[in-house]
């Protein structure tokens, strides 16, 4: 079955049933050292992952690794340009939980994306990166502890899809003149907009099934969290990109009022009830002008529109949500991605759950991260139906690779991310406090121990593995 690699002896299958994990007490996991730091951080992960699981269930439950290959080693195992070989792809299909350091990928040539690859192939539709903050961590920002988010994003379409034309090239001419002489001019709201000849061509797809069910699995966690983090914002550039950005809003919306109608108050809902509830007897109309400032100016057109959104809110969620009721619902809100890099840094505390389409997810989770301390502390998991990789926010990090220096912190809390997505809720959270307290006690690398003041002496990436597993307790 597999041409260079041999699984464990030992340990069997995770399964999936209903799009959850069926875990057995010795599961075989592949991994993926990576490319660059790779090479610290995974040995250092592996050390505080089988200890803490040791530690926790003491011989009753432990992980056979099954290492399968990619990037750089990938070719010197298989040879040229064998960056994803099949026997990796067969293993994590086989084995549906796996867990992989950063792979490189080349700005503007050569090969696309290898992580970006093995979510598509998976179809790895969830990217979930939790950014919240460990005491002691230092930050450049002052108030740190008080950013707690989760970003849901879109993993598998957008222009990740990676269909693009290069400048000059055959094709890519071809559809720049098809879209300036044909496509565009038969749609007037474009006007008489060309594409320059000279412009390289990528397509960003967002699909109704991509978002909604992004949005599905982002809903269904807030309904796991506490009651004053039950809340889902829809990052986009709507403004701007009207029918996908815009789109992703308006499905997201659509998904939340319909298969969660019980659950969940949209924002401008909970203004419409909170109007009436101050005011019994305000008009629809008198609502109307509370919740669209701009009211007054509109064409009467959109005004009626505004008045028919009031009257239907309270004619079909009243008695469910009204009078207060819709406090104790999911938040679902919506704000224009640029001014969310603001907000999670201005108001940190109003946010909690982040639902994003790629490429917003990919810039953000790296902006959220340096507010709790930096990429070194930005795990990450792709998640689908039937199988689910673990991996850090952060990349490869080149200039560091080799030297026994970087944090492995990002990829042994993606493990912990792994471990609780198993149900090991024990193994996960030892490794949790021993991370939190190595840090407390101010046990870090290089990148937290240049931020502290007064300035520590940094630890080597293996030696705070060493410290995390001292601080299980
Ligand atoms: N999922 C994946 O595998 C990803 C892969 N990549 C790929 O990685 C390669 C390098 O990308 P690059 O843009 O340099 O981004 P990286 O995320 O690899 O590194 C940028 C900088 O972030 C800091 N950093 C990164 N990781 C850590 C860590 N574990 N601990 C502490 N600090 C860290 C370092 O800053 P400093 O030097 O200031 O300390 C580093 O120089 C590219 O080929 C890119 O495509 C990128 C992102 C994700
Ligand atoms: O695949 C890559 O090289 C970059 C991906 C990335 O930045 C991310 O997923 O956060
Ligand atoms: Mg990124």
């Known amino acids: 079955m597999y041409d260079k690699i041999t699984p464990p002896t030992t340990g069997a299958k995770i399964t999936f049933k209903n799009g959850e994990p069926v875990v057995p007490e010795n599961p075989i ?17 592996e050390k505080v992952l089988n200890a803490a699981v040791a530690k926790a269930y003491k011989g009753t439950r432990k992980i056979s690794w099954f290492r399968v290959y990619a990037g750089d080693e990938a070719c010197d195992l298989y040879g040229t340009y064998q960056y994803l070989p099949q026997d990796t792809l067969t293993a994590i299909e086989e084995y549906g939980v796996a867990i992989k350091g950063p792979l490189t990928t080349p700005v503007g040539g050569g090969i696309r994306s290898l992580n970006v690859a093995l979510r598509q192939i998976f179809d790895l539709y969830t990217c979930v990166r939790p950014c919240r903050y460990y005491a002691g961590t230092p930050s450049p920002h002052k108030t740190p502890e008080k950013l707690d988010v989760i970003i849901y994003r879109e993993n598998t379409e957008d222009i990740y899809l990676g269909i693009e034309w290069k400048q000059g090239s055959e094709i890519g001419d071809r559809l720049i003149k098809f879209l300036n002489e044909e496509l565009i001019p038969a749609t007037p ?27 599905r699995r982002a809903i269904k966690h807030a309904l796991l969290l506490p009651k004053n983090k039950q809340q889902v914002t829809l990052v986009h550039k709507g403004n701007i990109m009207k029918y996908t950005e815009g789109a992703f809003r308006d499905w997201g919306y659509e998904l939340a009022t319909t298969e969660f109608r019980q659950e969940t108050v949209t924002e401008r809902e909970s203004w419409i009830l909170g109007n009436k509830e101050k005011n019994a007897n305000l008009s629809l109309e008198e609502n109307a002008r509370m919740i669209d400032p701009g009211f007054d100016s509109l064409t009467p057109e959109k005004k009626a529109q505004i008045v028919k959104e009031v009257e239907t809110v309270l004619n079909t969620i009243w008695e469910s949500h009204g009078n207060g009721k819709w406090k104790e619902k999911i938040m679902v809100n919506d704000r224009i991605a640029d001014s969310i890099f603001q907000q999670i840094q201005t108001r940190p505390d109003e946010y909690s759950i982040l639902a994003t389409m790629n ?17 070194g502390m930005g795990p990450g998991a792709n998640i689908g139906d039937s199988c ?49 307290d190595a840090i407390a006690n101010s046990q870090v690398t290089y990148d937290l121990a240049r931020l502290m003041e007064p300035p520590v002496k940094p630890l080597k990436c293996s030696e705070f593995a060493d410290a995390i597993i001292k601080h299980f307790g």
């Not at 594409?195 to 390289?200: Q, S």
């Open 189 to 215: 709201e474009h006007g008489k907009k060309q594409i320059p000849l000279d412009a390289g061509i990528g397509i960003k797809p967002i699909s109704k099934t991509g978002s909604q069910r992004l949005v």
């Open 388 to 436: 689910a990789i673990f991996e850090a926010t952060h990349g490869t990090a080149p200039k560091h690779a080799g030297l026994d220096k970087i944090n492995p912190g990002s990829v042994i809390l993606s493990g912990v991310m792994m471990l609780e997505f198993m149900g090991w809720q024990e193994a996960a959270d030892l490794v949790k406090k021993g991370l939190g």
């Open 359 to 375: 490429l917003n997810g990919d810039y953000l989770s790296d902006a959220a991260a340096a507010i709790v301390g930096g990429l």
């Open 29 to 45: 996991i592949p991994f993926i050292q990576g490319d660059g730091t790779g090479i610290d951080i995974w040995p250092a992960t």
